[in-house]
Structures are given as structure tokens and as C-alpha cells.
């Protein structure tokens, strides 16, 4: 099922920045953020929400920044269950393919990617998720240039970000020689990609250098891409070309394709072959995954508060930390750094620094049957 959306982004948000040509953005937007509970969730995740103010839902403000570069060269695959409100936030000429169950990222990205090739066999496709927020568009724009140089050079190629702080949640490239390729003079080989670390060795990361944060984005002609999927996944790359050749065998075909992430499936075996190249970036971002990072993201309406919704309806009292309103007062008092998120069925208050546990809210709501919450 494929669609076009039709909301119109306001004129601030349009960039005057010359297009790319062959190149296509590609959004993937799943996932129900179970750690943003209850403001995500199943029928509206974070995605679909403003969560940082800035008046752009996470999806809006991510097809904002590809538009400049990509123009309407822009395909949206989500679940089928999200296709009309995705449909609502987007402008013309954005494509919405619905994909009928999710089966990670590998499977929607390489749909996506077999669309493209079909009109356009030599298109660079670049991948960036739906709900991360990305400061810096200057210098987010001159990365996908350079990624999209190197892209022509038949590489896959990752966008790898300057670690700030030895992170766990985060996976790690490890950067080998210079490429020098023209048109990207800071491209370097991929060596390996390295799984979420513990402590230690993310501290190690840091302390050797040479390493980059996997956000994974990634920057690949389409049939590149799909040719490397061919090679470890064959069935899962005939079927989605086969998807793209013929849209109404996909309810046939979709079940049967391997549920994979990309970067499994993909990135890790292809960097063994000496196959992917980095880009260093080193704009912020920031893939919101919880209240805590949030929290990092938002200006404070008052010293020790940070608000989404109305300031005016949060009192404090001694206390503080970020809280999420929902239309009635909220008084914070004697809690320093806490959580509260007022929503009209359900209440989350907690310590921000067990952020994380908040899945497990999720988790113990879908046991007791209680999903009309979840």
C-alpha cells in the first residue's frame, strides 16, 4: 500500500540548500518507544509527537531535513496501522508505504530501497530514522553530501557520530584508513562494527579514539544495498524486488521475509568484506529513547524544570525535574530531578534516573491484559 501525504510544513522550516541529485531520503518509522510510556505508545508513537517543543513532530522534522536535499524524493514506510496519521503530518508528494506487520528495520528499508531501484536504477538512498532529533543542519547537510559521494563509489556508507561520553546504550564503529574520495575528504573504512560495550570498554573506546557511534543511518545506492542483502539474505531481496515489480503481492509476500535488523543483515557482514565506509559527524543528535534524554533536550521554563506542554500549568515547590502535561495543573513539591506525565487515562511518576525501567511499566500492563493502555 502506497500513499502520499498531504499536510503542508510551514515556510520556516524550508531550506535553501541546492538538492542532491539521485538522491532519495528514506524514513523508517516504527517502533513504539515503550520508554517514553505513556506518551508513546502503540496506536501513537513518539514519532508522531512534538516532544521538544519546537512545533514539528519527530517525523515532520526529520522529512525537514532531508527535503532540501532530496526535494520530494522522500518515501515514508510505517505501519500499516499509522499510515493515515503519518499521511496527515506529511506534505504532498511524500510516499507513505505501509508495511503490514513490522519485521525490523532490515525488511522496511529494503522495501523502500526496491521501490527507488525501479525508477531509478542508480539512485542513492539515504536511511534516517523517524524519531531522532539532530541539531546542526548545516553541517547534518555537508555529512549526507559527503555520504552520498562515497555512496557512488558502490560502498555502503554509515554516518558515525563523535562520542561525547563512553555511552552503553550505543553501538560503536571502529574507523580504519582514509578512502580519499572526491567530494568527501574526511570518508574513512569501516573495520568492524562493535556491539552496545559495558562501561569499561566504552571508556576504552574513547581513551583510544578511532571509534564513532552507530545512529544508524546509512547512505547506499539502492542497488548496492540490495545486491549485499542478496548475498547474505537472497530470499529477503528477491522478495521485496519482488514486492516493488508487483505492490499487490505484499500481504503474500511480507510474512515470509526474515525479521532483521540492518545492520545485522547488512552493514556488519558487508564491513567485513571491506565494503562500508564511515562519515565523521559531529552534529548532536539524539535518538530520544527516554525520559532522561529528553530531559537533555528541552530549555528550561524555570531553574530545575523543563516542561513539554504548558510551563504555566506545572507548580513547583521546592522540587523539580521534567514533567509532561496533559491539560490540568501539576504540582511538583520536596521531589528534586523527578518525572511526571500527566495524560488523560494513565499517570507515570518517577525517578528520572530509572528512566530505563519505565518498559517494565509496559511490560507489566501487557501481562495483566491492560494493551487498551499500552
Known amino acids: 500500500m502506497t500513499t502520499t501525504g498531504g499536510a503542508v510544513a510551514p515556510d520556516e522550516h524550508a531550506q535553501q540548500v541546492e538538492q ?25 508513537p513518539k514519532f508522531l509527537r512534538d516532544l521538544t ?13 532531508l527535503a532540501p536535499l532530496a526535494g520530494d524524493r522522500v518515501l515514508v514506510v510505517t505501519g500499516a496501522a499509522h499510515v493515515d496519521a503519518v499521511v496527515e503530518q506529511l506534505p504532498d508528494g511524500v510516499e507513505v508505504v505501509a508495511e503490514p506487520t513490522p519485521r525490523d528495520s532490515m525488511p522496511a528499508i529494503a522495501l523502500a530501497a526496491a521501490i ?36 557512488r563509489t558502490g560502498r555502503v556508507v554509515t554516518i558515525g557520530l563523535t562520542p561525547t561520553h563512553p555511552a552503553t546504550g550505543f553501538g560503536y564503529i571502529r574507523e580504519g584508513e582514509a578512502l580519499g574520495v572526491d567530494g568527501a575528504p574526511s570518508a574513512r573504512a569501516v573495520v568492524e562494527f562493535v556491539e ?17 557511534w552507530n545512529a544508524g543511518m546509512f547512505v547506499v ?48 557482514p558487508a564491513a567485513a568484506r571491506g565494503l562500508v565506509a ?24 524555570r531553574e530545575g524544570l523543563r516542561v513539554v506542554g504548558e510551563a504555566d500549568d506545572v507548580v513547583t515547590v521546592d522540587g523539580g ?34 528512566a530505563q525501567d519505565v518498559k517494565k511499566v509496559v511490560e507489566r500492563l501487557t501481562a495483566a491484559g491492560r494493551t487498551e493502555l499500552t
Open 221 to 268: 545506492q539502492a542497488s548496492v544495498l540490495l545486491d549485499v542483502l542478496a548475498a547474505e539474505h537472497p530470499e529477503l531481496a528477491a522478495g521485496v524486488r519482488a514486492v516493488a515489480a508487483e505492490p499487490e503481492r505484499l500481504d503474500e509476500v511480507w510474512p515470509g521475509l526474515t525479521k532483521i535488523a540492518i545492520d545485522h543483515a547488512v552493514a556488519e
Open 116 to 151: 527507488i531501484e525501479r525508477r531509478d536504477a542508480d539512485a542513492v538512498i539515504g536511511s534516517f530514522a523517524a524519531d531522532h532529533v539532530i541539531g546542526d543542519l548545516p553541517a547534518f547537510h555537508a555529512v549526507v553530501r559527503e555520504a552520498v559521494a562515497v555512496a
Open 321 to 354: 525535574g521534567i514533567v509532561v502535561t496533559g491539560g490540568r495543573v501539576v504540582a511538583v513539591v520536596g521531589l528534586d530531578d523527578v518525572v511526571v506525565v500527566d495524560t488523560p487515562d494513565a499517570v507515570l511518576v518517577m525517578a528520572r534516573d530509572r
Open 196 to 212: 552496545k560495550p559495558d562501561a569499561a570498554t566504552a571508556q576504552r573506546y574513547l581513551a583510544e579514539g578511532g571509534f564513532r
Open 20 to 44: 542532491v541529485e539521485g538522491f532519495w531520503g528514506v524514513i523508517p518509522a516504527g517502533g513504539a518507544g515503550t520508554r517514553l510510556w505513556p506518551v508513546s505508545r502503540r496506536t501513537s
Open 53 to 65: 517543543g519546537s512545533g514539528r513532530s519527530l517525523l515532520q522534522a526529520t522529512r525537514d531535513r
Open 278 to 301: 564511515v562519515v565523521p559527524a559531529g552534529f548532536s543528535w539524539d535518538d530520544v529513547g527516554d525520559f532522561a534524554s529528553l530531559g537533555d533536550l528541552l530549555p528550561e521554563a
